[in-house]
């Protein structure tokens, strides 16, 4: 073991002899912008309400209801609500403030728009927040955009090394776990092997090569539950959710960056979409795939303009925009 720790120190020219950092505390560092996120019993973790700030040199902030600020310099917006719900991608991780596609939807369609997608979420929470909000604000119409990851963290009580409220299938329903959200505990026998590796360079390689090293650094725990029905179940509670308040529902499925650059990726995540809209569909809600549409433009021969940070750029944002404002208008909303 030493002389693997030795060896895996000199072959990486980024590690040292010397010093010896706490790998499973160091590694999983907390991404851009989470100062503007606090705890939130129901979801986990939601944006602060009024925060703003910066991040890849964007403006990055929220308005008092806690959604994502947008076209501030225009004349406001008026006609019925349309609240967009979904993770980062909706939101916006990688764009300034008037650059995520519910900011274009709202210059597009001259209609009020506001984004209340909250980075990390999955489709679970992404429902619990539809089921908070849409009551209160009574859209005219709720667009739930989700990516393929989505459907993965529903089998998730753990996410980005945060708990999380999830569900796990009861009977032919859904029955809600981990709700007060409770910082989840980590085995002890996890504990105590972090404790005396984390210091190991060579294990650490090893978690990594692997692939197993979001379980170790403790960022993610899983449930045991499968994540499709979840997923399924929930879009049926999102149709109920939408048919009660008398609005209409379009779910969007967003394309990741992989499928443009790995076709094995693009395989796998065709059938997870497909599957999952077919669900939505057969619940009764109107949806849209926006890869075909991403297709059509030729995003895998520049994927760069498109993509940073594995996430939309503004032009991709506007693309997706155009796609949700047709299918919006294709089916008379």
Not at 2 to 12: H, K, N, S, T, V
Not at 152 to 158: D, I, M
Request: glycine share 8%; aromatic share 8%; proline share 6%.
């Amino acid at each position: 073991m030493l002389a693997g720790e030795f060896i895996a120190r000199l072959w990486d020219p980024d590690a040292s002899l010397w010093h010896w950092p706490y790998y499973a505390v160091v590694a999983p560092q907390p991404s851009p912008g989470e100062a503007l996120y606090a705890y939130d019993p129901t979801l986990g973790w939601a944006p602060i309400p009024g925060s703003s700030g910066a991040m890849l040199g964007r403006p990055f902030s929220f308005t008092s209801q806690a959604t994502r600020e947008q076209n501030r310099n225009r004349p406001p917006a008026s006609g019925p609500l349309i609240l967009a719900l979904g993770d980062s991608v909706t939101e916006g991780f990688a764009v300034g403030n008037d650059e995520t596609w519910p900011a274009h939807l709202e210059r597009l369609t001259g209609r009020r728009v506001l984004n209340a997608a909250v980075r990390g979420y999955g489709l679970d929470q992404i429902e619990l927040r539809a089921e908070r909000l849409v009551p209160d604000l009574k859209p005219s119409t709720v667009v739930l955009a989700f990516i393929a990851d989505d459907i993965v963290r529903t089998a998730l009580s753990v996410r980005d090394a945060k708990a999380k409220p999830y569900f796990m299938p009861d009977g032919e329903g859904l029955a809600l776990r981990n709700v007060p959200v409770e910082t989840a505990g980590r085995s002890s026998l996890m504990t105590a092997a972090r404790h005396l590796l984390g210091y190991s360079h060579l294990f650490d390689t090893i978690v990594n090569r692997l692939g197993v090293q979001q379980s170790w650094y403790g960022r993610e725990v899983a449930t045991g539950s499968d994540p499709f029905i979840v997923s399924c179940r929930l879009m049926q509670r999102f149709a109920a959710l939408v048919k009660r308040e008398d609005a209409n529902g379009l779910v969007v499925a967003l394309p990741e960056q992989m499928v443009f650059v790995d076709a094995k990726a693009a395989a796998g995540q065709h059938e997870a979409l497909t599957e999952l809209l077919g669900c939505a569909a057969k619940a009764g809600l109107a949806t849209l795939n926006v890869r075909p549409v991403f297709e059509k433009e030729g995003v895998g021969r520049d994927i760069d303009t498109y993509y940073a940070m594995l996430h939309f750029t503004d032009r991709s944002n506007a693309l997706a925009a155009r796609a949700i404002a047709a299918a919006l208008a294709s089916s008379k909303d």
